[in-house]
């Protein structure tokens, strides 16, 4: 099960188990592998993150397939995905998501990342993960068109910007604020793109509006 990640600690190794022997000693395993040099390289001191030989790693996988199924595989992906979701290791977790195609996930977890990426001014990070969902399903989505926007602020491209938020604000308009506890979040940011576009094109009066 562990194959299935680029890398692993005894939690994630846990969240993998939980389901068929929710007290296994994963880190007894760990302990054992790493003490008798089985294919399995430490990636840090603590030994707490470990990584396994490639050509191990491949057979793991073929046998997991082979024994349990794409389904089951897919649930191990969608599994890790919110696991490193949850500890803010986005990049990890799109990596689960994309290997299942699964769009909403990924998408999510975009999101769920977003203002970090964001208050460090990450563009690179950012477009990065632009390039990773088709152009109609982000046309489709109020929070990624957000991000798009940002984007082209970050950029200092700002009626593209403007262009972008206008659109999520039009998908915005149609959603029921009981049903997206983020929707005010999501104004506000449309708010303050159009407060930087108007403050940078001479009109002061509208970026106080």
């Not at 299935?4 to 389901?19: N, P």
């Not at 208050?119 to 399903?137: A, G």
């Not at 200092?156 to 997206?180: F, H, M, R």
Request: net charge negative.
């Amino acid at each position: 099960r562990i194959s299935i990640t680029t890398r692993f600690c005894e939690s994630l190794g846990k969240a993998l188990m939980d389901d068929v022997d929710p007290d296994c000693d994963v880190q007894g395993y760990l302990d054992y592998l790493e003490s008798n040099e089985l294919f399995m390289i430490g990636l840090d001191n603590r030994h707490d993150w470990y990584r396994l030989h490639p050509l191990l790693g491949d057979t793991l996988r073929e046998r997991l397939l082979e024994a349990n199924g794409a389904e089951m595989v897919a649930d191990l992906h969608a599994r890790a995905a919110r696991w490193y979701g949850r500890r803010g290791l986005i990049d990890q977790a799109l990596y689960h998501g994309l290997e299942i195609h699964d769009l909403a996930l990924v998408k999510g977890l975009m999101q769920l990342g977003f203002c970090d990426v964001l208050n460090r001014t990450d563009r690179q990070q950012l477009e990065r993960w632009l390039t990773m969902i088709p152009s109609d399903e982000i046309e489709r989505s109020p929070g990624l068109l957000l991000m798009r926007a940002w984007d082209f602020a970050l950029r200092w491209e700002l009626p593209t910007a403007l262009q972008a938020a206008g659109q999520a604000k039009v998908l915005l308009s149609k959603t029921d604020p009981g049903v997206n506890s983020a929707l005010p979040i999501m104004l506000g940011q449309i708010a303050t793109l159009e407060s930087q576009a108007a403050y940078f094109t001479g009109q002061p009066d509208r970026a106080v509006d």
